[in-house]
């Protein structure tokens, strides 16, 4: 199935390194980053949940949960998070799905058969509160992903949600920001944006980030 921003996240039950999990359940009102890899025992993917591990204050600090899938099963997961604690100095806290029958890869379209006809693509899914698809993006398996730019996303989001503004081209946390072009009340620009904005053109208005 092709999901599509905005999308509902597709629940599922599935076996995973800490139990089954259902998925909606197990999100309750959390964001989350839902991330596939090709196989377990693999060196990109080994370096890829080092970096989601060490990053668990900053993802815990936005409300987001991780979780990673394969098609590898639960004892293949639970050897290799052993391997991936100890090369990547990290301990991973963080489920790993075991999709052997290809249950959830189904669901989230993971399995690309002229890529492989076997292993899931490297597809990242955010997903808000609501459960809704936030952002969809798939690498190939042989790029290892940035998950900072996905905390950056995330942080992105999180403004344009709580804070009715977007993020410009190469934002970074604490830069200027941009009111949504939707927001043209002026009492309601007072009140959200009380740092004061500047108008560079009507529908270019920059204000200092509001959560700093
Ligand atoms: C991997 O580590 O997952 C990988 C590396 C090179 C090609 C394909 C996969």
Request: with cysteine; glycine share 4%; proline share 7%.
């Given at each position: 199935?092709?999901?599509?921003?905005?999308?509902?996240?597709?629940?599922?039950?599935?076996?995973?390194?800490?139990?089954?999990?259902?998925?909606?359940?197990?999100?309750?009102?959390?964001?989350?980053?839902?991330?596939?890899?090709?196989?377990?025992?693999?060196?990109?993917?080994?370096?890829?949940?080092?970096?989601?591990?060490?990053?668990?204050?900053?993802?815990?600090?936005?409300?987001?949960?991780?979780?990673?899938?394969?098609?590898?099963?639960?004892?293949?997961?639970?050897?290799?998070?052993?391997?991936?604690?100890?090369?990547?100095?990290?301990?991973?806290?963080?489920?790993?799905?075991?999709?052997?029958?290809?249950?959830?890869?189904?669901?989230?379209?993971?399995?690309?058969?002229?890529?492989?006809?076997?292993?899931?693509?490297?597809?990242?899914?955010?997903?808000?509160p609501h459960k809704k698809i936030r952002l969809t993006l798939t690498y190939p398996a042989s790029?290892?992903?940035?998950?900072?730019?996905?905390?950056?996303?995330?942080?992105?989001?999180?403004?344009?949600?709580?804070?009715?503004?977007?993020?410009?081209?190469?934002?970074?946390?604490?830069?200027d920001v941009v009111i949504l072009p939707s927001i043209t009340d002026p009492v309601v620009l007072e009140t959200k944006f009380p740092?004061?904005?500047?108008?560079?053109?009507?529908?270019?208005?920059?204000?200092?980030?509001?959560?700093?």
């Amino acid at each position: 199935m092709t999901l599509r921003l905005g999308d509902i996240a597709p629940d599922f039950t599935q076996q995973s390194s800490q139990g089954a999990i259902s998925f909606h359940e197990w999100l309750g009102d959390s964001w989350a980053i839902l991330f596939s890899h090709p196989a377990d025992y693999t060196p990109v993917c080994t370096t890829e949940l080092g970096a989601t591990a060490k990053l668990a204050q900053e993802f815990k600090k936005r409300n987001v949960k991780a979780i990673a899938l394969s098609v590898d099963p639960v004892e293949s997961h639970q050897g290799w998070i052993k391997d991936i604690n100890e090369t990547q100095s990290t301990d991973v806290q963080f489920p790993i799905i075991a999709d052997a029958d290809r249950k959830v890869s189904t669901l989230y379209d993971l399995i690309h058969p002229n890529a492989s006809t076997t292993a899931t693509v490297r597809s990242v899914f955010i997903i808000d509160p609501h459960k809704k698809i936030r952002l969809t993006l798939t690498y190939p398996a042989s790029t290892g992903r940035n998950f900072n730019e996905l905390l950056r996303v995330i942080d992105s989001l999180q403004l344009t949600e709580y804070h009715s503004v977007a993020t410009p081209a190469n934002w970074e946390d604490g830069q200027d920001v941009v009111i949504l072009p939707s927001i043209t009340d002026p009492v309601v620009l007072e009140t959200k944006f009380p740092k004061g904005y500047k108008t560079v053109k009507p529908y270019l208005r920059l204000t200092p980030q509001p959560n700093k």
